[in-house]
């Protein structure tokens, strides 16, 4: 009896949640729409499932987004991994959540018979490498990086309470996934099996992307368990850094849809933001503009000048006339003096010809 009652009430949350992200997709963006991440200090638990939702969000080009960090960004989670995302009065947790809020809204196109594919790349990424990532974290050759994620925000003893449900709990998990029983060495066999497969499908498919020209939730899982290996200076990743750099076109994807996500130069990027809290909006737009400003002012005298950024690449359609241009009255709310768009697409636009990326939207 007990057990048919857990499943009803499962049953019944999972439904609940269903209704809640098919209410919250027939509403309009709002301009408060907040993501909630952990501190930097505990961002090497959570990493790719952060990092995965903040490209997918970038990727569809939300109107706005504010990225928060908070210490308790898992306990605010209904199932207890973050991120958080913050509509209004509507909340969704964890990458799997927000994806599906985002396909229903229509900001993400999957055509039905590619569902299962997109599907089968996303546990991949999640029960594979994302289980893997975790033994490396908790392994016998592992460092203090996750103990120390938990004592260096939480008190004593409250941070080794709580470091030991999180080791207890991953262990259990990795079990389950008969990962844990692996030796360090098969584990990292297991790894670079796993992601030669994926360089292997990456090389054929000769797109940027997983499943041909379009980009899914699945591209959005893989870049964020990747960037994290490849981007976190710590030693428990430093040996599959060290595989994953050993495979070209792996690499290549991660660089590529980066600068596709967060600006060709990098420097307009949520992930900076995630990875180093104490970037904010007006930080950047100091550093990056006011400051070089009064540095040329300083060298050459009052004829300095600093042109304006790009607000971004978009594709030459309609489409992206109409992100330019939501893109220039966003940016206009946020206060610039004058900004362009380019909307020939920086990378790759086989249909732009000997205009290349000089065909563009310019605004003063």
């Not at 308790?72 to 909340?91: D, Y």
């Not at 497969?197 to 990456?202: C, P, R």
């Not at 940016?331 to 004058?338: A, H, K, Q, W």
């Not at 020939?344 to 636009?349: I, K, Q, S």
Request: glycine share 6%; charged share 20%; aromatic share 10%.
């Amino acid at each position: 009896m007990a057990e048919t009652d857990d499943y009803n009430h499962s049953d019944v949350n999972t439904n609940t949640t269903n209704v809640n992200i098919e209410l919250a997709a027939r509403e309009p963006w709002p301009t408060n729409a907040c993501l909630y991440v952990p501190l930097k200090e505990q961002m090497i638990l959570w990493a790719p499932d952060c990092l995965s939702s903040l490209c997918l969000l970038r990727k569809v080009r939300v109107p706005s987004l504010h990225v928060e960090h908070v210490r308790n960004a898992a306990e605010m989670s209904n199932c207890g991994i973050p991120p958080v995302l913050t509509l209004n009065n509507h909340i969704f947790s964890e990458f799997d959540e927000i994806a599906n809020f985002i396909e229903l809204k229509g900001l993400l196109k999957v055509e039905n018979e590619e569902n299962t594919i997109v599907d089968s790349y996303s546990i991949l990424c999640t029960e594979i490498l994302g289980g893997l990532m975790k033994y490396f974290l908790l392994c016998e050759k592992a460092g203090p990086t996750v103990y120390q994620s938990f004592t260096s925000v939480y008190p004593w003893p409250l941070g080794l309470i709580l470091f030991l449900i999180y080791r207890n709990r991953t262990i259990k998990n990795l079990k389950v996934k008969e990962i844990w029983p692996l030796s360090y060495e098969q584990a990292l066999i297991k790894f670079e099996t796993t992601v030669r497969a994926l360089s292997n499908k990456i090389q054929e498919m000769n797109s940027g992307y997983l499943l041909g020209n379009n980009f899914t939730k699945a591209d959005a899982h893989l870049y964020g368990h990747l960037y994290t290996i490849l981007h976190t200076n710590i030693s428990e990743h430093e040996n599959l850094r060290n595989v994953l750099l050993r495979y070209k076109p792996l690499v290549d994807y991660v660089n590529n849809l980066e600068r596709d996500v967060h600006g060709a130069d990098g420097t307009y990027s949520f992930i900076i933001e995630v990875l180093d809290p104490r970037v904010t909006w007006q930080r950047y737009l100091t550093t990056y503009y006011n400051d070089i400003f009064q540095v040329l002012r300083q060298l050459i005298g009052s004829d300095a000048l600093i042109m304006s950024r790009s607000l971004g690449d978009e594709d030459g359609t309609y489409d992206g006339l109409k992100i330019a241009l939501r893109y220039m009255l966003e940016i206009d709310r946020r206060g610039y003096v004058r900004f362009d768009s380019n909307i020939g697409n920086y990378r790759t636009d086989p249909k732009a010809g000997k205009l290349g990326r000089t065909k563009k939207l310019f605004l003063c």
